[in-house]
């Protein structure tokens, strides 16, 4: 038996194995600082600190822990994980390295542009100001890239200043992310429970942000439908969308399956929203009921601005490789759609349009040619191989 080349139809030559997705220049915009540290942290910095709450004080199981009442259904176990996470990170010290090992890790899973959002005001209990919590955290992220180019990966990351919804202190925290806008935050998020607290009700926030010229993106259309998405943008003026998975009930699809958007979803289409989604966070919190129903799948064919993301690696056990294999795994995904969705992500950074630019030229296209180029390598290998038997 020779060995057989592979010819037509969908291919190992389109399919990218496990190790050419963690290889791929990947971008990340939606990525919770307290929702991504690595489980031996949380069990050394609760040790520092003298936090006895910890469920588990062995790293391994902490980290099943974490999963598991994520995965739980129960909002009050979900909101847990995050009481935990954000106990251990009320010192300089610790927020640091937080901020250090969070660039690390994304560099060693082929994340080449990061922004990472974190509310300051959860930091404050041991009595640093948001000034400190920002600098400490500035500080980290520089650590972290500068520890990633030794270990041989390039990665920049900017941070996101988040608001809670529940609280009454966004337009404080968006003066602040306005303050720190050139030295390492790149724009301004709300996030917390949707229902109940609409964006609307920081409005001034908003508004202060605009007259600004400065960016924000806002949590809508999770847990909550379309009037949010509709409040987020046309009220509030979003740059981007944190989900927005709720889009899909603005589509139809007909039995014939032919596809008609309603107003919102064509404006969200047509303007080009960019929709930071992350699949594995939407199964967790019910936002979505399994990989092949998440609306990803049908937006990414209706070319929406869609964009791949993790939300909590922790708290989901995932990383921007582990979504991506989801997604291969369940749409038949290629390198050609990976593409599209860095590059989706990289033109909805907050970042200047000619770093964005550069970043895709220099960096993502490039990285993704080689990768495609790989499989001729391998097939002249394989032939060589049958040919001398
Ligand atoms: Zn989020």
């Given at each position: 038996m020779t060995s057989q080349t592979s010819t037509g139809g969908h291919t190992d030559r389109d399919t990218p194995s496990a190790e050419q997705i963690r290889r791929a220049p990947k971008v990340l915009l939606h990525d919770h600082l307290d929702g991504g540290l690595r489980p031996g942290t949380v069990v050394d910095l609760a040790r520092e600190c003298g936090y006895?709450?910890?469920?588990?004080?062995?790293a391994d199981k902490l980290g099943i822990w974490f999963r598991e009442a994520a995965d739980s259904g129960s909002l009050e176990r979900y909101l847990e994980t995050f009481a935990h996470t954000c106990a251990v990170m009320q010192t300089k010290d610790a927020l640091k390295r937080v901020a250090a090992e969070c660039a690390e890790d994304l560099a060693e899973d082929g994340v080449v542009y990061a922004e990472i959002r974190y509310a300051p005001?959860?930091?404050?209990?041991?009595?640093?100001t948001l000034e400190e919590v920002v600098e400490a955290v500035n500080d980290g992220f520089r650590e972290g890239e500068r520890r990633a180019k030794a270990n041989g990966h390039r990665i920049r990351v900017g941070a996101l200043l988040t608001a809670m919804?529940?609280?009454?202190?966004a337009l404080e925290i968006a003066e602040l992310a306005n303050r720190y806008r050139d030295h390492g935050v790149v724009g301004f998020d709300i996030a917390g429970a949707e229902a109940g607290f609409?964006?609307?009700?920081h409005l001034d926030a908003f508004e202060f942000l605009k007259r600004e010229n400065n960016h924000f993106t806002i949590h809508a259309g999770e847990a909550f439908g379309l009037p949010s998405i509709w409040q987020a943008l046309?009220?509030?003026?979003?740059?981007?969308?944190?989900?927005?998975?709720?889009?899909?009930?603005?589509i139809e699809i007909a039995e014939d399956g032919s596809v008609t958007l309603g107003r919102l979803a064509s404006y969200v289409r047509d303007k080009r929203i960019p929709l930071e989604m992350c699949p594995s966070s939407n199964l967790q919190t019910g936002a979505a009921t399994s990989y092949a129903e998440h609306p990803i799948g049908l937006l990414r064919k209706l070319h929406f601005r869609a964009t791949v993301n993790t939300d909590n690696r922790l708290m989901s056990g995932t990383s921007m490789s582990r979504e991506f294999e989801h997604l291969v795994g369940t749409f038949g995904y290629t390198l050609d759609d990976m593409q599209w969705f860095t590059v989706n992500a990289m033109k909805s950074a907050f970042i200047p349009f000619d770093e964005r630019l550069a970043m895709i030229n220099d960096v993502i296209k490039p990285g993704y040619a080689e990768l495609k180029s790989e499989w001729l390598f391998r097939q002249t290998v394989s032939t060589s191989a049958s040919a001398g038997n």
């Open positions: 006895e709450g910890l469920p588990e004080t062995d005001e959860q930091h404050l209990e041991a009595g640093l919804r529940h609280a009454a202190r609409p964006p609307t009700r046309q009220w509030c003026g979003a740059d981007r969308l944190g989900h927005g998975v709720r889009i899909i009930d603005d």
